[in-house]
């Protein structure tokens, strides 16, 4: 009996050693460290005060826009959301009209420097700056010019005003003394949100893992015609108010999952070397590209820039077989094989000429991500320098030949030789330092890890030393249009300004699950624009500037 009491307490005692010994290792292969953290006190006030109600305004009689504007859906968006604000404020609501119409007497708020030929002196250089201008037109009454640098300045003046009012400004100030606002950050992204992700909570599997969105997975389709119109048509609609949305919060960029769903390879060799000429793939390809072609039109007419998203290694059954015809499998340190995705890219250039660029992830992969019925996979498969160098080597060659940007996300479940690149410096710097181009960014997060402010802050934001740039993200993983993240780190913060010696512009981007700006080197930019004649340059946590 007690030999067999000692046996069994034995066996504990190894499978506790034994279970030990391999989360070490396994912590050491996946790069997990445990860090104390140095958390703030938190101050909790003994009571909160009521917020005081806002100043009395005077009325306003009409929100003007200039000649033919009232057929434009940027403008008249925001043409309307400003009118909701002036009437939240005074009681009630003006007319939004075109320069020329009978317009009702009274104060006015003018939008654009071709409505009145006082604000033309007034119109900021840079596209997406905005001034708040009073003046007085001979023989009416007061008036307040909203004068972009382009119609998106335009509209992003009038959110900003609509902000200004809802949150109490004194419109004697308002309609008094001009200021000049001009974004911190010249690239704000978000990504698609819940554009075409089912909206059936019965759908949804707790016990279901897979990280796939199941965006459009009614919507395209694998086999012919590829695309259910009727959806699509939903789609388009979804995709059109989150558009105008992610504006209003003072985006300017969009970033769609999709790669090699538009791709036939045409390029290599005689042009049907991946995909024969009677390949189903290749009338997907087209009704696909035709499909997204439409958005990013949308999209790229409403002022914003367009970025497709994929893994790599992405794949087809075609292509991964033909990988293995020529190079023996998925060879991913062959520069060769990098050349594939390249001439991939430079046909995305010629048939998406609305894309302005791809996000390439490496650190994330394989059956998790993959949409079971769905022939378009990745696989972790690119895990040393050598294998991510050539291939940021070969997108960047062809991204500068087609004046398109490459952003390098360096998040990773750490997993290879470059699994500790997003906290790591010295990896960050072995894999990026011999990496030189002005078309390259290198996304990575604020703090050192996941989605959460209270970690360490990520030493690899404070490494650049080329001329790419990079772009911090933070915020909660929650994927939804209906969560957008409206806050992103502040310029001021302790985080923000480790990067600002190093930095001479910025740009910050926001998604629906995350805020994110770009730095490295001379493109973190993080405190003031560029634009000359700015009077007044808000920080990076404000929507329109």
């Known amino acids: 009996m007690k030999h067999g009491k000692l046996k069994a307490v034995s066996v504990v005692i190894i499978g506790l ?7 070490t290792q396994l912590n050491g292969f996946l790069g997990i ?6 958390l703030p006190v938190e101050v909790v006030p003994d009571e909160v005060h009521a917020l005081d109600a806002s100043a009395p305004m005077d009325a306003v009689s009409a929100v003007v826009l200039s000649s033919g504007a009232l057929q434009d859906e940027l403008l008249v968006r925001a043409a309307e959301t400003l009118a909701d604000a002036v009437q939240t404020r005074t009681g009630q609501r003006p007319l939004i009209a075109e320069v020329g119409d009978d317009l009702p007497a009274g104060r006015r708020i003018i939008v654009g420097a071709q409505s009145a030929p006082e604000l ?4 900021p250089e840079s596209p997406e700056a905005f001034t708040l ?3 007085l037109p001979a023989g009416d009454d007061q008036a307040l010019g909203v004068v972009g640098g382009s119609r998106l300045g335009d509209a992003y003046g009038m959110y900003r005003l609509a902000d200004e009012l809802l949150a109490g400004a004194d419109d004697a100030v308002l309609f008094s003394q001009p200021q000049t606002v001009a974004p911190a950050m010249s690239r704000r992204l978000v990504d698609l949100g819940a554009v075409g992700i089912p909206q059936d909570p019965t759908g949804w599997d707790p016990a279901n893992y897979s990280h796939h969105l199941r965006a459009f997975e009614d919507v395209f389709l694998a086999e012919a015609p590829y695309v259910d119109q009727e ?3 939903e789609v388009q609609a979804q995709f059109a108010d989150y558009v105008q949305r992610v504006i ?4 300017n960029g969009i970033v769609i999952p999709g790669f090699l769903e538009f791709i036939n390879f045409d390029h290599i060799g005689d042009g049907f070397d991946v995909y024969p000429a009677d390949s189903d793939y290749r009338a997907r390809h087209l009704a696909l590209r035709d499909a997204y072609n439409q958005l990013i039109d949308y999209a790229q007419d409403a002022g914003m820039q367009v970025y497709l998203l994929t893994d790599m290694l992405a794949l087809t059954p075609p292509l991964e077989a033909y990988f293995g015809q020529q190079f023996g499998g998925l060879d991913t340190e062959n520069p060769a094989l990098w050349q594939v995705y390249g001439s991939g890219l430079e046909e995305l250039a010629q048939t998406m000429p609305g894309v302005d660029g791809v996000m390439l992830r490496i650190g994330e992969a394989g059956s998790i991500y993959n949409l079971p019925g769905w022939d378009y996979t990745s696989a972790l498969a690119v895990r040393s320098v050598d294998a991510t160098q050539e291939m940021l080597q070969a997108f960047l060659g062809v991204a500068e030949q087609q004046d398109k940007e490459i952003i390098f996300r360096t998040w990773s479940v750490g997993v290879g030789e470059v699994g500790d690149m997003h906290t790591n410096p010295a990896s960050y710097a072995r894999l990026l330092d011999g ?3 002005p078309n390259l960014i290198v996304s990575t997060k604020l703090v050192g890890g996941d989605f959460y402010s209270d970690l360490p802050f990520n030493e690899t934001c404070a490494a650049a030393s080329n001329s790419a740039s990079s772009s911090f993200r933070t915020g909660w993983s929650s994927k939804g ?3 957008f993240l409206i806050t992103s780190p502040r310029c001021t913060s302790k985080p923000w300004k480790r990067c600002a010696p190093t930095t001479q512009r910025s740009t910050a981007s926001g998604s629906g699950t995350r805020m994110e700006g770009r730095s490295r080197q001379d493109r973190c930019h993080s405190t003031r624009s560029t634009d000359s004649g700015s009077t007044s340059t808000p920080t990076a946590t404000s929507p329109h500037g």
């Not at 033309?120 to 119109?123: D, G, H, L, V, W």
Request: charged share 20%.
């Open 17 to 23: 050693l034994l279970g030990y010994a391999i989360a």
């Open 33 to 38: 460290e445990f860090i104390p953290k140095d």
């Open 120 to 123: 033309a002196k007034s119109q």
């Open 133 to 135: 201008a009073p003046f």
């Open 231 to 233: 959806k699509f048509a």
């Open 248 to 251: 209003a919060y003072g985006n």
């Open 435 to 437: 990496i030189d181009s």
């Open 481 to 483: 249009q209906w969560r």
